[in-house]
């Protein structure tokens, strides 16, 4: 049994005092053991839980998965303190710094009056804090880890700034249209395959760029109509005493324009 006082309320302080205790000797021999590897993925589906109960607007929901997040974030820092890296004041030092540099129009005296004004002078200070000098690195600074719709989608804004992109959503389109077919011929030789797969991705991300569309947020409403519709093609299925497995091609076919109908 640790030293630790039992109070009706915590705060930030305790859960950093909590964390500490979990990975010290005579704590948790499973928190002991962690690394940054292996919690890695633990970090990024927490992440994902909170953005769920973000999307739902469940508060109670929300704060309980921001914790998760948090507590991931406190278990990371906590490694790095054993290791005399960092501390979690470090971490909020240089946030909280960061903030302050990248809103000169708020702490500063740099005037900026609208939302396209903040996002132009967030990314020229972004580009000076980081020592990029090229487009090129900028580009390169994109996460890798991201998303790759959303990758793709922020180095192709990236790109834009330096002038390169199409004049409108048309030539964007028209890409598409040669991507696609350059896909085509890929699989009819069994060649290049992945890679003409890919030309075709990022070229739609650069289409749903034009329009203003989320490409991650369009693909998540396309599954879920395609699990809707699969849905109703299994139920008609059943109710014609017939698995989905035991139809042919064309009645599986018929199901699903009878299932887009409805």
């Not at 205790?21 to 839980?49: M, N, V």
């Not at 991931?72 to 960092?86: C, L, P, S, T, W």
């Not at 890679?195 to 760029?209: H, S």
Request: charged content about 30%; some cysteine; glycine content about 4%.
């Amino acid at each position: 049994m640790v030293n630790f006082e039992l109070k009706p309320h915590y705060d930030y302080e305790d859960l950093l005092h909590v964390i500490h205790i979990l990975r010290s000797p005579g704590g948790c021999p499973w928190d002991q053991e962690q690394t940054h590897q292996s919690i890695r993925r633990e970090f990024l589906e927490e992440t994902y839980e909170a953005l769920e109960a973000i999307d739902r607007d469940d508060p109670v929901l929300m704060q309980e998965e921001l914790g998760d997040v948090l507590m991931q974030v406190v278990f990371h820092a906590d490694m790095e303190a054993d290791a005399g890296r960092f501390t979690m004041e470090d971490v909020c030092d240089g946030i909280v710094k960061k903030m302050i540099y990248r809103h000169p129009h708020v702490f500063g005296t740099v005037a900026a009056d609208t939302t396209e004004q903040v996002l132009v002078n967030w990314e020229a200070l972004k580009r000076e804090e980081k020592g990029q000098q090229t487009h090129a690195q900028a580009l390169d600074s994109v996460a890798r880890t991201l998303p790759q719709l959303w990758r793709a989608e922020k180095v192709q804004k990236k790109a834009a700034k330096a002038g390169f992109d199409w004049p409108d959503i048309y030539g964007a389109l028209d890409k598409l249209d040669e991507e696609t077919a350059e896909l085509r011929q890929a699989v009819v030789e069994e060649s290049n395959v992945s890679e003409e797969l890919g030309d075709v991705l990022f070229a739609a991300v650069k289409v749903g760029r034009f329009a203003g569309i989320d490409p991650e947020a369009a693909l998540y409403e396309t599954c879920e109509k395609f699990i809707r519709r699969f849905r109703l093609m299994e139920e008609k299925a059943a109710d014609r005493g017939t698995p989905l497995d035991k139809l042919s091609a064309a009645e599986l076919d018929q199901l699903w324009k009878e299932a887009k109908r409805s």
